[in-house]
């Protein structure tokens, strides 16, 4: 398309970097002191932002930053279903059997939790993606799980992941129990506008094109339009890229930019 053009080796904002590739932004930063405090307090934490914010991004290179030794980390996405549900998948991450009814799963997960914690020495670390989706009977069930000799104790890290939406249900009254336990919390807020430039330029240094490509003009028109929301920027930096090489120019322009937008909407 204009690899070739551009004299890039890949795609700049079509592939997914691994973590110690990441553009550290801001929000990444802040995102990744936030989970390795509640590491520390080991509590219950909130991880919010609109769609493509770079929730599961932080949560991929928060991972990688985890001891293998002392961390165990058990990563669920699956969110739309019964709290029977919730416990295979939370079972099936931690190499257990599958029960056959609600008490003896939430028995036996709460036991591998306790010996993980207790005699194999690592931490658990639970992240829920997506939870936004999640029933009000599976949030209360997860509260629960956290709850160690009578809520003396802490042994489960629990990390719900999803849209700003999940953050306005927790402030319900149905949920204060739960509210009142999270200890860390953040919302993504995408990139800032003068991070955009750097962002750019770290994506296509990766990809082999050391030299500047986007207009400043340009730049401002991919703000705009994504609102540093990193997967949107990316696809609308990927279009406008496609736009420059067709009209065969070496600079990306703001109206190849919404030539890009006008092909769909970031």
């Known amino acids: 398309m204009y690899l070739t053009h551009f004299g890039l080796t ?45 929730k599961t991004t932080a949560c991929r290179q928060f991972a990688a930053s985890l001891h293998a030794g002392l ?9 739309t279903g019964n709290v029977m549900d919730m416990y295979k998948s939370i079972a099936w991450a931690l190499g257990l059997p599958i029960e056959r009814n609600r008490s003896m799963a ?10 993980l914690a207790t005699e194999a020495r690592q931490q658990p670390i639970l992240i829920i993606d997506e939870a936004h989706h999640l029933r009000n009977e599976v949030l209360e069930d997860l509260r629960l799980l956290t709850n160690y000799a009578m809520d ?17 249900r927790l402030a319900m009254a149905v949920h204060e129990s739960l509210e009142q336990r999270i200890v860390v919390s953040y919302h993504f807020a995408g990139l800032a506008r003068d991070e955009v430039p750097a962002y750019l330029s770290d994506r296509l240094q990766r990809a082999g094109c050391p030299l500047p490509v986007f207009e ?7 703000f705009q339009a994504s609102q ?5 920027l990316n696809r609308a930096a990927h279009y406008a890229l496609s736009a420059a090489a067709l009209a065969k120019l070496r600079q990306v322009s703001a109206e190849h930019v919404q030539t890009a937008l006008d092909e769909f909407r970031p």
């Open 10 to 54: 890949c795609f700049p904002f079509e592939r997914d970097l691994q973590p110690d590739e990441l553009f550290a932004s801001t929000s990444l930063r802040e995102a990744q002191a936030r989970l390795s405090h509640l590491v520390e307090l080991r509590g219950i934490g909130l991880l919010t932002g609109e769609v493509g914010s770079g």
């Open 71 to 79: 961390y165990r980390l058990l990563y669920v996405t699956l969110s």
């Open 106 to 115: 939430f028995r036996a997960i709460q036991t591998e939790i306790t010996r």
């Open 152 to 168: 003396s104790e802490r042994r489960l890290c629990l990390v719900l992941v999803g849209l700003t939406e999940l953050r306005r």
């Open 216 to 222: 400043p003009a340009a730049i401002e028109a991919l």
């Open 228 to 232: 540093g929301l990193p997967r949107k």
